[in-house]
Structure formats: structure tokens, C-alpha cells
């Protein structure tokens, strides 16, 4: 399975933000659409990734506060990335390795989507709930000729 897939079936809403922006709005971004993550995008190319991880970390900077904390301040400003061709194994494999909760999905400097741990955890169960159903179907419908051919003689 390639990450186009699940952006396929993800849908294509983005929510980005630009690095003058200050953090609180920022945050009330993230709050107000329930999301743990916005693309930083300075002049049309992603410039970063803001997750709730720089957010706390910039909080406990301040002494508990936004202060006048800007998006570009705090930023992760090398997110990890991966293209729509990536395969689905390899966005784990680099998501585990890096603690990385969000990718965006860049082709070529397009941003096409982000995909998140949940993306990724959703798609594997229901790969396996898939291959589950197969399997039972397949034996529940067993030919009687091989299940006798395969008992021992009496």
C-alpha cells in the first residue's frame, strides 16, 4: 500500500500556517479544526511542521506562556517528508525511527497531504481486518474433497 492510497481515502484538507504567524493563533488553528499538526508553508514551499510536541516545548520556555512566540520560532524546520509513491512500510519504519507523528507528503515542492501515526495505525488494521475476513472465508469454505484427502486412513 502507497501513501497516495490513503491520501485517496483521507481526503485532500490541509491546514497550513506561515512562520511570522504568531503561536496562539496558531494553537487555536489546531484546536478549532482538532488537529495535532499544521504544514509552516513560507512563500508557497514547506518550511516546517508545527506539532503540539514544539508547542509544549516552547510553553515550558516561557514559563507557561505563548509569549510573543512566533510559528517560525518554534517550528521543526526539517521535517521528515515522504512522496505519494512512499510505501506504507517505509512511512512506518521512518516515522518509528524519528518519533515523527507527522509527515507531510510532498511531490516534488507540491504539498499533496500529511500523514499521521493514526493514518498510518488505521490502515494497517484494517489491511489485517481485510486479510482476517479472507482467511476465514477461505476456510470456512474449505473443499470437502482436499479436507478428506488430507484425514489419515482409519
Known sequence: MKVSDILRVKGSVLFTVSPQQSLATAVCTMVEH????????????????LTFREVMQAVVRNGGSFGNATVGGVMDDHPLTCTPETDLDEVRRMMLSRHARYL???????????????????????????ENRMLKAYIRD???????????AA
Open 104 to 130: 507531510p507528503v510532498l511531490d516534488g515542492r507540491t504539498l499533496m497531504g500529511v500523514m499521521s501515526f493514526y493514518d498510518v495505525a488505521k490502515a494497517v488494521v484494517e489491511s489485517q481486518d481485510f
Open 142 to 152: 474449505w473443499p470437502v474433497e482436499e479436507e478428506n484427502a488430507a484425514r489419515p
Open 34 to 49: 482538532d488537529i495535532g499538526s499544521l504544514v509552516v508553508m513560507d512563500h508557497g514551499d514547506v518550511a516546517g511542521m
